[in-house]
């Protein structure tokens, strides 16, 4: 069975722009989840999506935004990029049910904002 | 306010010894908490889940969950040098967000 999977890999945009990132998960995961990483934060959760809702969100401004297909393939969008949003994004797929949270993440997208 | 504790480390051990990582986190109705490995300029992996109070093994990993004590560890035996990477506690909480401790950095010693 085919893993997560991300594109870009790799993006520079510069301040000011905005950026749509993709990701498609594993067959028959429905719930999408996406994280930002930075060394000084860790891992933080951006915000999640199952059957095309979006069913959690984290503490990120409302520049981050994000929806789900029909087919679960995912996208994410940031406006208006600051010199801080250079990251990591990270994608991870997991069935949604509840009780059954084990994610499988994808080889994230390495944002660089100049 | 959400947390999940890990001591950054470096934690250094002797290959073939047993590592220890720790993790603790701070809601009491937590139900859910993984185990993820992450290599350096990769994403993370899952490793290992645990649901219920006890432990849970797999080959040379063992997950312990104490919930009384909002306590998780992995164990890792007979550490290996491809054992050294990142490793991430991340639980669920109750509202189902999953939240990531920052991570504790294993180095195994040849």
């Known amino acids: 069975k085919a893993g997560v999977t991300q594109t870009p890999r790799y993006l520079i945009k510069t301040r000011g722009q905005q950026v749509t990132l993709s990701c498609s998960p594993i067959s028959g995961h429905r719930s999408v989840s996406w994280y930002q990483q930075t060394?000084?934060?860790?891992l933080q959760f951006l915000?999640?999506?199952?059957?095309?809702?979006?069913?959690?969100?984290?503490?990120?401004?409302?520049?981050?935004?994000g929806r789900q297909f029909s087919n679960s393939r995912s996208e994410m969008n940031v406006s208006t990029l600051e010199l801080g949003d250079s990251a990591l994004y990270l994608c991870a797929s997991s069935l949604g049910r509840k009780s059954s949270y084990e994610q499988y993440f994808g080889p994230g997208t390495r944002l660089t904002v100049t | 306010q959400k947390e999940v504790e890990q001591n950054s480390g470096p934690l250094s051990v002797p290959e073939g010894a047993i590592a220890s990582l720790n993790c603790?986190?701070?809601?009491?109705?937590?139900?859910?908490?993984?185990?993820?490995?992450?290599?350096?300029?990769?994403?993370p992996e899952l490793i290992m889940f645990i649901y219920s109070n006890g432990d849970k093994e797999d080959g040379r990993f063992t997950a312990q969950l104490n919930k009384a004590s909002q306590y998780v560890s992995l164990l890792i035996r007979d550490s290996q040098p491809s054992d050294?990477?990142?490793?991430?506690?991340?639980?669920s909480f109750r509202d189902?967000?999953?939240?990531?401790?920052?991570?504790?950095?294993?180095?195994?010693l040849p």
């Open chain 2, 84 to 91: 050294s990477a990142t490793y991430l506690c991340a639980v």
């Open chain 1, 39 to 42: 060394p000084g934060q860790g």
């Open chain 1, 47 to 65: 915000f999640e999506y199952f059957s095309e809702t979006q069913r959690n969100k984290g503490n990120f401004p409302g520049r981050f935004s």
């Open chain 2, 96 to 108: 189902d967000k999953i939240i990531f401790g920052k991570g504790t950095r294993l180095h195994i």
């Open chain 2, 24 to 43: 603790t986190y701070s809601d009491r109705g937590s139900q859910s908490f993984f185990w993820y490995r992450q290599y350096s300029g990769k994403s």
